[in-house]
């Protein structure tokens, strides 16, 4: 059975792009593919039944779609871009790729167990039983990279912090309560659902913060700290100035400063958080040939992920 949801559009700090439909499909059309149930204080569920199709040739083609993988259940993909939420079926007949080499022209074919949460993917699909199928889903293997990273941090985050909650003097015994509460949610903490992300910014060879990225970070605990069992993940990044290991010893130094004045002046609790990285110059979120691009590239992403096992899905 699957279930075709579609959620109240999330406001979203980072950059994602708005779904696209092909010209020529209507409005019509697409409220026939969800065959949704409204109410006024529900999500919209149509349920499907049926397995889904290996064999996808010589359905209707349905829109595409572009955004960032944010749950990911058996063979149902949820994909959230600016628009709001869709929900998308995978079957044994979609083609995974990931676009490598400069241009991104070559691809290599990759399996189902790629298709990590935070992963921002183009999605091609064809309509089926009421509800829409991935025919092809690509991105960039910088992309999955990081994904990949984001979901090591999870699994490092009770083994790097545990201990030294439990040593802390003050508050151990709530602490110590906190954590395991955390971890018996927590128990397969690869399964999350990316609730929002902020970047804040750097002058060059620097990891201060401004009073920008000041407000900024303390704005994002607040708004994890409304969400029940949020968790925060931090991870570092710098433009393609100096060597790489200039760039990766700054990009950690960014990460840890953020992660310090999180716990500090935010009041995050360090239970809470995650694992701490930096990534380098990998990932760029802009052109590192320009001033202005070099500029959004030496930053930190501080990510709100909640467990699947508290969040619905």
């Not at 039983?129 to 293997?141: E, I, Q, Y």
């Not at 400063?257 to 990534?279: D, F």
Request: aromatic share 4%.
């Amino acid at each position: 059975m699957i279930a075709i949801t579609k959620k109240p559009a999330s406001v979203l700090a980072m950059t994602l792009l708005a779904a696209t439909a092909p010209a020529g499909l209507s409005a019509q059309e697409l409220d026939a593919a969800s065959d949704a149930v409204a109410t006024a204080e529900a999500d919209v569920l149509t349920t499907v039944v049926g397995s889904v199709p290996a064999d996808l040739s010589g359905l209707a083609e349905g829109p595409d779609v572009e955004g960032i993988i944010s749950a990911r259940n058996d063979n149902k993909l949820l994909v959230t871009n600016a628009s709001g939420n869709t929900t998308l079926s995978i079957s044994d007949g979609t083609q995974i790729r990931a676009r490598k080499g400069l241009f991104g022209m070559n691809k290599q074919q990759l399996g189902q167990d790629s298709l990590l949460n935070g992963l921002p993917v183009k999605v091609k699909t064809v309509l089926w039983n009421n509800g829409l199928v991935a025919t092809r889903v690509t991105f960039s293997d910088n992309d999955l990279e990081t994904a990949n990273m984001i979901r090591g941090g999870t699994q490092q985050q009770f083994a790097r912090h545990g201990a030294a909650i439990g040593e802390n003097k003050l508050g151990v015994s709530a602490n110590a309560a906190a954590t395991e509460a955390l971890r018996g949610r927590f128990g397969d903490i690869d399964q999350y659902n990316v609730k929002g992300a902020t970047n804040v910014y750097f002058d060059s060879g620097k990891w201060n913060l401004s009073a920008q990225a000041r407000n900024d970070l303390c704005a994002t605990a607040g708004q994890a700290g409304a969400m029940d069992n949020a968790l925060l993940l931090v991870v570092g990044y710098t433009d393609s100035t100096g060597s790489y290991e200039v760039n990766q010893a700054l990009s950690e130094k960014r990460a840890g400063r953020v992660v310090n004045y999180l716990q500090q002046q935010c009041s995050w609790k360090p239970y809470r958080m995650l694992t701490p990285t930096g990534m380098a110059d990998s990932d760029p979120a802009a052109d590192n040939t320009t001033t202005e691009g070099k500029a959004q590239n030496r930053r930190v992403a501080v990510n709100i992920l909640v467990s699947k096992s508290v969040d619905g899905m």
